[in-house]
């Protein structure tokens, strides 16, 4: 998987990684099990501050998709990452909402966001069947 950041955008870099590594998972890129560079070696390798990565690790971690092992290193969560509870779809929903209102005041219309976001799903199937 090659990280790229962006390092005009106004979102943060660790976002960017942690959005990155979260879909090279959902792309079948990094598999259960699968080794993550250090968070030294991935600072080094990606030229950013070993905070910043250790941050997106850290966050990564809290939320099911890597274990960080003293001995081990860094891995994709063996047992996958877990499945989606009422929590975890109450958050989604607060998450979408203001994509929602700021695409409706945009005059971007329910089909024309459901087709947006269901372009997205088929991209992520698509990466899994071509793997």
């Known amino acids: 998987m090659i990280v790229q950041l962006d390092l005009e955008t106004d979102e943060p870099i660790y976002v960017q990684l942690k959005h990155q590594i979260i879909e090279g998972i959902a792309k079948k890129q990094l598999r259960p099990g699968d080794p993550l560079p250090s968070v030294r070696s991935m600072a080094s390798d990606i030229g950013i501050n070993l905070h910043t990565v250790n941050k997106a690790y850290q966050q990564l971690k809290q939320e099911g998709y890597i274990l960080i092992h003293r001995q081990k290193g860094v891995v994709i969560q063996p047992d996958g990452v877990p499945e989606a509870d009422e929590a975890y779809k109450d958050d989604l929903f607060k998450k979408l909402r203001p994509f929602i209102a700021d695409a409706v005041c945009r005059q971007i219309d329910e089909d024309e966001f459901i087709k947006c ?6 991209e992520f199937n698509q990466e899994e069947g071509e793997l």
Do not use: D, E, P, V
């Open 117 to 122: 976001c269901s372009n997205i799903f088929a």
